[in-house]
């Protein structure tokens, strides 16, 4: 059993307090803001999970009042790495840190990068997408395919953000948020990175490498003083040859969000919320279809990457799709991806 500490009652704190909680695990939870906390008590919780669980305690500021085995940082991500680096000082057993890892030209990420490789602290990123059933079943049938088999990688993570909206009933829209703001964190690239992650985490499970360069298109909405990209389409090729296409926007309903892999031999399909009961793989091979559907529901998206984030404190030999070096891989191809925006060509990832 483990003591955790959250920072941020909004969404994902919620979602972090409860899947904590269902692994029976002593959670405090911390908002800078007095009111997040009292919605968390009084309408987030009881309304997702049907009661208050009086075991979460709640604490206004972020200064721990406890000794911590995890501390998972579920803030806007402009305070992600302040918060990351002020949570290493404590020396827990992990820390999970949300996506996207931190802003856009955020002045200290560097600085997080070299103190990170001087830490025994297990740190995580909230890319939970690839630590999924589905996924984790998806990446087992890539094992058998050859480098040389490949075609073509295609992602997309198309979603109008009402959903997100919807999950926060005490905001009115992007303006409200740092959604709004691509220079907070906010915006289709860095908001639906999952896609992104996605795409990296398949390349690497195929043996294609990191991702070497990138052309991008953004379009961005400019009014109001709101300055966000509604829309990212990436062209990618990694180290390794593999090519393909990024798509990511706060656009689409209903959402689509989807893998497709294809290689000579067939086709490799992630359908993420393909329905209400959960993920879909289709893994298409020399003429035989391999149909499956995963069960899960929106708290299951959380409770499992506990339990794998679980799962690699008790086990530190095992690499995890989910460390921090592969946050800040997705991390370092978003800046490139806007510097290629910019400048209107072929950007290479400066890692
Ligand atoms: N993995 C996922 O699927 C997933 C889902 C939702 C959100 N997220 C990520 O989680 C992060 C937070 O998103 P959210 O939707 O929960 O936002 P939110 O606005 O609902 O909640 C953020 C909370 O953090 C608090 N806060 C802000 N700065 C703080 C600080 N310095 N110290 C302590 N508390 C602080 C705010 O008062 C607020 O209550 C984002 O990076 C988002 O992308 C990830």
């Not at 008790?314 to 991390?331: F, R, V």
């Not at 400048?343 to 990832?349: A, I, R, T």
Request: proline residues 3%.
């Amino acid at each position: 059993m483990f003591k955790v500490k959250i920072l941020g009652a909004g969404s994902i704190g919620n979602h972090l307090a409860n899947a904590s909680r269902h692994l029976g695990w002593v959670v405090h939870l911390y908002d800078k803001d007095e009111e997040a906390l009292k919605r968390t008590r009084e309408s987030i919780y009881p309304s997702r999970y049907g009661f208050f669980d009086e075991d979460i305690k709640l604490f206004a500021g972020t200064k721990s009042r406890e000794v911590y085995d995890i501390i998972m940082v579920g803030t806007p991500p402009n305070s992600h790495i302040e918060l990351a680096m002020e949570a290493l000082l404590e020396k827990p057993k992990a820390i999970l840190i949300e996506k996207p890892l931190t802003n856009l030209n955020n002045k200290n990420f560097e600085q997080f990068i070299k103190k990170i490789n001087l830490t025994d602290t297990k740190i995580f990123i909230g890319y939970d997408h690839v630590v999924g059933d589905a996924s984790n079943y998806l990446t087992k049938q890539l094992k058998s395919l050859n480098l040389e088999d490949l075609e073509f990688l295609d992602v997309e993570i198309k979603e109008h953000w009402q959903g997100i909206f919807n999950a926060h009933p005490w905001i009115k829209g992007p303006e409200d948020t740092y959604l709004g703001y691509y220079e907070q964190g906010g915006g289709a690239c860095l908001e639906h990175s999952h896609g992104l992650n996605m795409w990296q985490h398949i390349a690497l499970s195929v043996g294609a490498g990191k991702i070497k360069k990138v052309s991008a298109y953004m379009s961005f909405n400019k009014f109001n003083g709101l300055n966000y990209d509604k829309f990212c389409s990436v062209n990618i090729e990694t180290e390794n040859g593999l090519c393909g296409r990024l798509i990511q926007d706060v656009l689409t309903f209903p959402p689509s969000k989807k893998a497709i892999l294809q290689s000579k031999r067939g086709s490799y399909e992630w359908y993420c919320n393909f329905n209400k009961d959960g993920d879909r793989i289709v893994v298409k091979e020399n003429g035989k279809t391999v149909d499956k559907m995963f069960k899960k529901n929106r708290p299951d998206d959380f409770i499992n990457e506990l339990k794998h984030i679980s799962y690699v404190i008790h086990n530190s030999k095992d690499q995890s799709p989910i460390s921090i070096n592969n946050g800040i891989e997705t991390m370092k191809v978003i800046e490139a991806i806007f510097e290629s925006d910019q400048k209107k060509k072929f950007v290479e990832v400066k890692y």
